[in-house]
């Protein structure tokens, strides 16, 4: 419910060293909802107490992840500059940031851009995705994908760009073409995908018709690939629209085996609704 009071008395179950600690972590979580500077105190003192403990560690930046990002910004940027904070939890502290407020995107953002682990980097575009109130970063995101040498951020990149508003298909398509890591391709297909869905007038929708068409339809068909890609390259598909797009849905919801036959059809049907 809220209230100094019950911040106080959640800070006292967190800091209890006789409590299990699944009892403190749910006391975190109840911390992280009220959301007060008594609150981000309780559980900033909280990873000192269980330093070392990369679990709770862990539960305690997604908690501290749900604060506004005023209130957190100090404590992420110091402990993600530090050198000596190990890697798997800057990469968690940073994933947390996906349900923070939106002033964390220009930070993340930043991370994106200059972090030297690109997991780091990863973590960083995939919080940014979460971010989908966030519908203007679609320039910047693709001056990133352009400078990014890890075919993993970039997927990562990509998929950011799907909340964004006027995606630049036209330009996009070369960077995307000249991709050879299958996940970050299908990646950029369904950007494209999703950006001829908006503007099937625009000249990347021919282009995507006769180059990306066919080669998302194989993909889907394809069982050397996993199951994950082979959804996406559907997913490509349903977000284009185009007729091209729905013949290939057509022909893999007929021809090839559930569960991706399910996801055209599916797909089909949603095309086809007003």
């Keep these: 419910m809220g209230g100094e009071d019950v911040a106080h008395d959640l800070a006292t179950i967190l800091a209890d060293p006789n409590r299990s600690t ?3 972590m749910a006391a975190a979580e109840g911390l992280c909802t009220i959301g007060s500077w008594t609150a981000r105190q309780a559980m900033l003192d909280a990873l000192t107490a269980f330093s070392g403990d990369d679990s709770a560690t862990q539960q305690l930046w997604r908690s501290l ?21 190990p890697q798997g939890l800057r ?9 923070s407020s939106p002033e964390a995107v220009p930070y993340l953002l930043a991370l ?29 995101l693709f001056q990133l994908i352009q400078g990014e040498a890890d075919a ?11 909340p964004q508003q006027d995606i630049p298909a036209t330009t996009l398509i070369p960077q995307v073409m000249q991709e050879e890591d299958f996940a970050a391709r299908i990646a950029g297909f369904n950007a494209i995908g999703k950006a001829v869905g908006e503007y099937p007038a625009d000249s990347a929708a021919a282009f995507f018709d006769t180059q990306m068409v066919p080669e998302l339809q194989s993909d889907a068909e394809s069982p050397e690939l996993t199951l994950n890609l082979r959804l996406r390259a559907i997913f490509a598909l349903r977000r284009a629209q185009t007729p091209a797009a729905q013949s290939a849905l057509a022909t893999i919801a007929n021809e090839t085996a559930p569960p991706v036959s399910q996801a055209a059809s599916q797909g089909l049907r949603a095309i086809s609704q007003p």
């Design 112 to 140: 994106a851009q200059s972090d030297s682990d690109p997991m780091l980097r990863a973590a960083a575009a995939w919080a940014i995705s979460m971010h989908q109130e966030s519908t203007d970063l679609a320039p910047g």
């Design 22 to 24: 699944a009892v403190r």
């Design 152 to 162: 993993d951020v970039r997927r990562r990149l990509y998929e950011a760009l799907l």
């Design 65 to 85: 992840g749900q604060l506004s990002f005023p209130m957190v910004a100090d404590v992420f940027e110091a402990y993600l500059a530090a050198p000596d904070s």
């Design 91 to 99: 990469v968690n502290a940073a994933e947390a940031l996906a349900n």
